[in-house]
Each structure stands twice: as structure tokens, then as C-alpha cells.
């Protein structure tokens, strides 16, 4: 997607004005973003690996589907729209929580506000260009895949999956 505008948000969650998506590392300003967990009816996620050539965690197992929340947009209006940009998939949403984090990449700290939403859907995932695959894991063989090799998945992935555990199981 081209360049465009998110809202920027003060420490309460609260818009305070608008930037370019771009202009985030230099500016630093705090923004909003959102993660979807996806089951399936055998309660299995599914969890995508992210295409070699994204600019943040490249070939890293993350989310459903991520992303900011654009310019006007709430967290649900953005959940249902990376959904199915990503996924091309459809379902209803459940908000399960809403934190703020930061992370550091290339030596600026990035803030934002992430609203985590859980949704339930048998459909077959159809990729867009941002992933290259995805897999079925259960709730005990993804917490051990995390644990035991916490490289192959993106810092927020861990951190959005560890902020609604008690939520999931």
C-alpha cells in the first residue's frame, strides 16, 4: 500500500492530529495498530509467515493479519479491512484486548496502541503479496514453538499472544 495517512494518538488513546504513515520513525509519535488471531473449528491458529521482502520482521511467523489503523478508522473498522486485505477472509471479530507497546527497529522506538481481536472461520486463507504461507497450530504446539524458537516469530507476535494467553485458552 502507498503512503497514507494514520491517525496520531496522545498517551490515553485519544486522536490528537494526523501523519503520514512514513514520517512515524522520525517524528515518533504514537499511533494505532491492530492484531488478528484466527481458529479454526479443530481450535487451531492460523499463524502466516511474512514475505522476504517486508521492511520489518521479514520471513517471521506472525498474526493472521496486522496493520495500522488508517486515518479515521477505528480498531474494528481496521481488523475487519487487514482481514480481509491480507486473508481475504470474512468473520465476526471479537475485540479481546487494548495495550500500548513499544518496540525498537533500526534504532527508533516505535508506539502504538494495539487492539487485539480474536476471530473464529474455516475458510481457507488466500494470501496477499505481504505473506508467503501459513500453517495450523494448536494453543500447546504454538506456545512451544514460541518458546523454543522465539527467532522465528515477530517481537510483537510473542508480545500480543502473551498479553491475551489467559483470553485464549
Known sequence: MADHYVDVVNENDEVIG????????????????????????????????RAAHKEIFADKYDLAACGNVNLGEDYTQAAIRELREELNIECPLEMLDQFYQEFEHKGDK???????????????????????SFKRMSFEELEQEMENNPDKFCPGFINDFDQVRTKLK
Not at 499511533?31 to 502466516?48: E, G, K, Q, T, Y
Open 18 to 49: 494526523k501523519e503520514l504513515k512514513s514520517r512515524k520513525p522520525e517524528l515518533g509519535f504514537i499511533s494505532r495498530v491492530v492484531a488478528v488471531m484466527l481458529r479454526d473449528s479443530d481450535n487451531n491458529f492460523i499463524v502466516c509467515k
Open 110 to 132: 516505535l508506539k502504538f496502541f494495539c487492539g487485539v481481536f480474536l476471530g473464529h472461520t474455516d475458510e481457507e486463507p488466500k494470501l496477499n503479496h505481504e505473506l508467503v
